[in-house]
């Protein structure tokens, strides 16, 4: 069955240090998403990718977050630098159409980050 | 702008029981699509069921259902026959129209963390 992968699966850095995520959607997938997922809340997006070009990063603090989806393929979420508030799991997810009009979306396993 | 309520932080449900978990949304728009997603404690969000807002009928996948009332503005999913490994996190989400590329996105309410009792 197709998956989404995300690694490295644990980050655990300092704060004021560089991390970054790295995601491979499903092969066929058009449209990537970041989610960042507070302990004990809802994941909220960060970025939305549609091939290799930003739809919405809205939310993404751009200060110290940067994405990129260059091919339209693979993508990279990185935090330069890392504050405490950033610890959180981050997750991606892609889409495609579908006949039903769902457009499910299908997550990786995440990237869980701790900043100390 | 999009809302999703999930007014219940825990669920217990005792093995084999059927559990309710409830979900309200606010929306202006017209067309929109309802999802829900479990999210075990290793942290992956699975995918378990959707409802079109146009959809008549609820919709079903095994053992979950949806029970749409579109007036209430009320998306709860019912699980029947609750299994050990249902122990997780559920999540409640929307997506704005298909129309519009940044709609695809979906906005995730809360959660609520059911366990099932042996």
């Known amino acids: 069955e197709a998956e989404v992968a995300q690694s490295p699966r644990y980050k655990i850095t300092e704060k004021s240090q560089a991390v970054a995520f790295w995601c491979d959607p499903i092969?066929?997938?058009?449209?990537l998403y970041w989610y960042r997922q507070i302990l004990g809340q809802g994941p909220e997006l960060l970025v939305q990718f549609q091939d290799e070009s930003v739809v919405d990063d809205s939310q993404l603090p751009k200060d110290r977050f940067s994405a990129e989806r260059l091919k339209g393929v693979d993508s990279t979420l990185k935090i330069q630098p890392a504050e405490l508030g950033d610890s959180a799991m981050y997750l991606c997810?892609?889409?495609?159409?579908?006949?039903?009009?769902?457009?499910?979306?299908?997550f990786g396993a995440g990237s869980r980050l701790t900043v100390l | 702008a999009q809302k999703i309520t999930q007014t219940q932080p825990g669920m217990f449900v005792q093995e084999k029981e059927a559990v309710t978990l409830d979900c309200t949304y606010d929306t202006s728009d017209q067309s929109y699509g309802l999802f829900w997603y479990k999210q075990p404690s290793s942290g992956e969000m699975i995918f378990l069921i959707y409802?079109?807002?146009?959809?008549?009928q609820n919709a079903t996948e095994g053992r979950y259902s949806l029970n749409f009332q579109k007036a209430r503005k009320s998306a709860n999913l019912v699980i029947s026959a609750s299994q050990l490994g249902d122990s997780a996190m559920y999540f409640c989400a929307m997506r704005r129209p298909i129309s519009s590329g940044s709609a695809r996105q979906l906005t995730f309410g809360s959660g609520t963390q059911l366990t099932v009792l042996p």
């Open positions: 092969s066929g997938h058009a449209t």
């Open positions: 997810a892609s889409s495609s159409p579908d006949r039903a009009g769902a457009n499910v979306l299908t």
């Open positions: 409802q079109g807002s146009y959809d008549e």
